[in-house]
C-alpha cells in the first residue's frame, strides 16, 4: 500500500507541470472518516485524492482509500468539459476497483455519465456496471461470480453558495461518490462544507448516509459516514 501511495503522489506531482496550461492548480485531498455499521462495526478510512486538470478541456480524478475493515478501493475518474454560456457540460468515465480482503473479493465497476454544473447546481445521469467474484472461487461459476450489466447512475447536488466561495455547503442524493457504486433505488444523502482559511489551503467536512452490508449491495439499512480533511492546490 505504501508503494501504490507514492506512485499516487509522483504521478500526481508530474501531472502538475502538464497542468500549467490552465488556469485551474492540481488539488490534492486528504481525509480521515469514521463510520458504524452492523456489518462492520466500528471502523475508519484514510483518503487521498487528486483533482488534475490537464487542460482547459479535459481533467482527472484519482483517488485511493484504505479501511481497518480490510478493504480497499482505488477509483479512476477521466472528465471532459464543455464550457457553455451559462454553467458547464462534461462527460464523465469511471473505473472502481476494490478489493475485499477479509472475504478475498473483488468489486470492478465501469461507469459512463453525462453531467452539468452551475454556479449553485450539478446534476449527472449515466449508467455503469458491476463485475465482482471471489479471487480463489472457480472461474465462471454462477455461485460465485455476479454481473450486472446495467445500472442507472445519478447525481443531484445544491450549493447554498457560488461553488467559487471562499466557504459553502452542499445538499446531495446520488447512488455513486468517490469509492461506491450503489443501485438505483439505494441512493447515498450528502452533506458537505468548505471553507478556505488561506488561498491555496481548504478545510473539508462532510457527512453521508449511505446503505450498507456486504458490497453495499443487499442491505436494507443506512448507516452515517463522518469525513474530515484538508485540501491543498500545488499553485
Same mark, same amino acid.
Given at each position: 500500500?505504501? !508503494?501504490?501511495?507514492?506512485?499516487?503522489?509522483?504521478?500526481?506531482?508530474?501531472?502538475?507541470?502538464?497542468?500549467?496550461?490552465? =488556469?485551474?492548480?492540481?488539488?490534492?485531498? +486528504? +481525509?480521515?472518516?469514521?463510520?458504524?455499521?452492523?456489518?462492520?462495526?466500528?471502523?475508519?478510512?484514510?483518503?487521498? %485524492?487528486?483533482?488534475?486538470?490537464?487542460?482547459?478541456?479535459?481533467?482527472? =480524478?484519482?483517488?485511493?482509500?484504505?479501511?481497518?475493515?480490510?478493504?480497499?478501493?482505488?477509483?479512476?475518474?477521466?472528465?471532459?468539459?464543455?464550457?457553455?454560456? $451559462?454553467?458547464?457540460?462534461?462527460?464523465?468515465?469511471?473505473?472502481?476497483?476494490?478489493?475485499?480482503?477479509?472475504?478475498?473479493?473483488? /468489486?470492478? /465497476?465501469?461507469?459512463?455519465?453525462?453531467?452539468?454544473?452551475?454556479?449553485?447546481?450539478? $446534476? %449527472?445521469?449515466?449508467?455503469?456496471?458491476?463485475?465482482? =467474484?471471489?479471487?480463489?472461487?472457480?472461474?465462471?461459476?454462477?455461485?460465485?461470480?455476479?454481473?450486472?450489466?446495467?445500472?442507472?447512475?445519478?447525481?443531484?447536488?445544491?450549493? $447554498?453558495?457560488? %461553488?467559487?466561495?471562499?466557504?459553502?455547503?452542499? +445538499?446531495?442524493?446520488?447512488?455513486?461518490?468517490?469509492?461506491?457504486?450503489?443501485?438505483?433505488?439505494?441512493?447515498?444523502?450528502?452533506?458537505?462544507?468548505?471553507?478556505?482559511?488561506?488561498?491555496?489551503?481548504? $478545510?473539508?467536512?462532510?457527512?453521508?448516509? !449511505?446503505?450498507?452490508?456486504?458490497?453495499?449491495?443487499?442491505?436494507? +439499512?443506512?448507516?452515517?459516514?463522518?469525513?474530515?480533511?484538508?485540501?491543498?492546490?500545488?499553485?
Amino acid at each position: 500500500m505504501r !508503494k501504490i501511495t507514492l506512485t499516487f503522489v509522483l504521478c500526481c506531482l508530474c501531472y502538475s507541470l502538464l497542468a500549467q496550461i490552465t =488556469d485551474r492548480p492540481v488539488e490534492l485531498r +486528504f +481525509f480521515g472518516e469514521y463510520a458504524y455499521n452492523p456489518t462492520y462495526e466500528h471502523f475508519g478510512n484514510f483518503d487521498l %485524492q487528486a483533482l488534475i486538470p490537464l487542460n482547459r478541456h479535459f481533467e482527472l =480524478d484519482a483517488n485511493l482509500q484504505a479501511s481497518t475493515a480490510n478493504y480497499y478501493t482505488a477509483a479512476l475518474n477521466t472528465r471532459a468539459l464543455f464550457p457553455l454560456p $451559462v454553467g458547464e457540460l462534461f462527460f464523465e468515465n469511471r473505473l472502481l476497483y476494490k478489493y475485499i480482503a477479509r472475504s478475498s473479493a473483488y /468489486d470492478f /465497476d465501469l461507469a459512463l455519465a453525462l453531467g452539468y454544473r452551475m454556479d449553485y447546481v450539478n $446534476v %449527472q445521469i449515466g449508467c455503469f456496471s458491476r463485475f465482482f =467474484d471471489r479471487l480463489n472461487g472457480p472461474w465462471h461459476s454462477e455461485e460465485e461470480t455476479v454481473i450486472e450489466p446495467f445500472n442507472l447512475l445519478y447525481r443531484v447536488e445544491a450549493f $447554498v453558495r457560488p %461553488q467559487t466561495s471562499p466557504w459553502n455547503l452542499s +445538499f446531495g442524493a446520488c447512488n455513486v461518490d468517490e469509492y461506491q457504486m450503489e443501485r438505483m433505488w439505494q441512493p447515498i444523502f450528502t452533506l458537505a462544507g468548505r471553507y478556505n482559511p488561506m488561498p491555496r489551503l481548504s $478545510v473539508l467536512a462532510g457527512i453521508e448516509c !449511505k446503505p450498507t452490508g456486504m458490497f453495499h449491495l443487499n442491505a436494507q +439499512f443506512y448507516a452515517l459516514h463522518a469525513r474530515l480533511g484538508i485540501a491543498y492546490r500545488l499553485r
